[in-house]
């Protein structure tokens, strides 16, 4: 059965997006192979998405996550039901108000690959359910002083076992695997 992670690249102070949502920010820094290599790697380990849909509760053309490379089943989270959506070989299917069902779906159909995690919202309610098994960071070097958090707003804290580590050219690549509540004495 697949694992599910949380994929995203923030800024040091922990932004995913500035505040109107842009992620321009993240371009124009210095790229080795080796961070090409490693960011190919999850890519091709990726087998379905779940993310959040937009303010309008749907997709438009330029949102296709990944930009569209990753040919995966993607799971939208959204407040009210419509039909899937198809673009550019991606089937989006829009998950009314069911985390839990959206990331069950979503790791059928990847299978043995991952199932990524995108959106802050998305992913701190998939923490708080226990449903995150790794996460996979690229720290970019820059400080946006406000935005759109991956982190903050969670309710609760998380131990992580850091497994992997890797810096080149000016992004820091970082794998945590979540760490599971050991069960209370005499349960």
């Avoid at 690249?9 to 790229?31: H, K, Q």
């Avoid at 790697?41 to 309008?56: F, L, P, Q």
């Amino acid at each position: 059965m697949s694992k599910v992670m949380i994929h995203a690249t923030v800024s040091v102070d922990g932004f995913m997006a500035d505040p109107d949502g842009g992620m321009d920010w993240m371009n124009g820094f210095p790229v080795a192979a080796e961070d090409e290599h490693i960011v190919r790697k999850i890519c091709s380990d990726i087998g379905a998405i779940v993310g959040g849909a937009n303010k309008t509760q749907t997709i438009e053309e330029r949102e296709i996550p990944y930009g569209g490379f990753l040919k995966v089943p993607v799971y939208l989270m959204t407040h009210s039901g419509q039909e899937a959506v198809e673009r550019d070989g991606t089937r989006f299917t829009f998950v009314v108000d069911d985390i839990d069902e959206a990331v069950r779906r979503a790791r059928q159909d990847a299978g043995e690959k991952w199932v990524s995690v995108l959106g802050g919202r998305v992913a701190r309610q998939c923490l708080a359910l226990g449903l995150i098994d790794e996460i996979r960071l690229h720290v970019v070097p820059a400080v946006l002083g406000e935005g759109i958090p991956l982190f903050a707003g969670l309710e609760r804290q998380l131990r992580l076992e850091r497994l992997e580590t890797a810096a080149f050219a000016s992004e820091v690549h970082l794998c945590y695997r979540v760490q599971r509540a050991a069960p209370a004495s005499g349960e």
